[in-house]
């Protein structure tokens, strides 16, 4: 199974295909970010993003998508922003025919570390350790979306979802 995460803002938006195999084995096969510039018009950050992503998908044929839900606690502009971001994202993976599957950055961090509350660095130590890479990803955003990656594989093949 090919899994592309997602991990979705206006600046940068992580991405992550990962390949599973039998025994909970994955290897990353591409990875990094679609960086936009403050400079430009929030339209044509969007319309770059949304290219990027389509692209993906055209190359990479994902068989499910992990994008990871946004959670703000303070500044509404910059939740407006991501989520104009988030929309064109999931406009392209809808315009691509891909099943598009939601984790709360809770769910992500349970399923990786088995704590629902881990920090940031623990993430990224398992994502490194899980797909056997030399150094950790960056972005943050990029290891971000390889986790919500691995999250989906862990949850698509768990018996509590009736799926193997």
């Known amino acids: 199974m090919v899994v592309m995460g997602i991990d979705p803002g206006l600046a940068i938006v992580g991405f992550g295909i990962v390949e599973s195999f039998v025994g909970n084995d994955f290897k990353a096969i591409e990875y990094g970010a679609v960086l936009t510039q403050a400079g430009m018009k929030v339209e044509d950050r969007l319309l770059e993003i949304y290219e990027n992503v389509d692209e993906l998908c055209k190359t990479y044929r994902p068989d499910a998508v992990a994008v990871e839900k946004l959670y703000f ?3 509404e ?6 989520s104009q971001a988030r929309g064109v994202v999931i406009l392209a993976l ?3 025919n891909v099943p598009i599957f939601e984790y709360t950055p ?3 961090k349970q399923a990786l570390t088995g704590y629902g509350r ?5 993430i990224m130590y398992m994502v490194k350790t899980l797909l056997k890479l030399t150094e950790e990803p960056k ?3 990029t290891a971000d979306a390889l986790a919500a990656a691995i999250c989906h594989i862990y949850s698509s093949s768990s018996a509590l979802f009736g799926i193997k």
């Open 106 to 108: 809770l769910q992500i």
């Open 94 to 96: 809808r315009k691509n």
């Open 77 to 82: 502009k910059t939740a407006i922003n991501v």
């Open 118 to 122: 881990a920090e940031k660095k623990q």
């Open 139 to 141: 972005p943050d955003d």
């Open 73 to 75: 606690n303070t500044n």
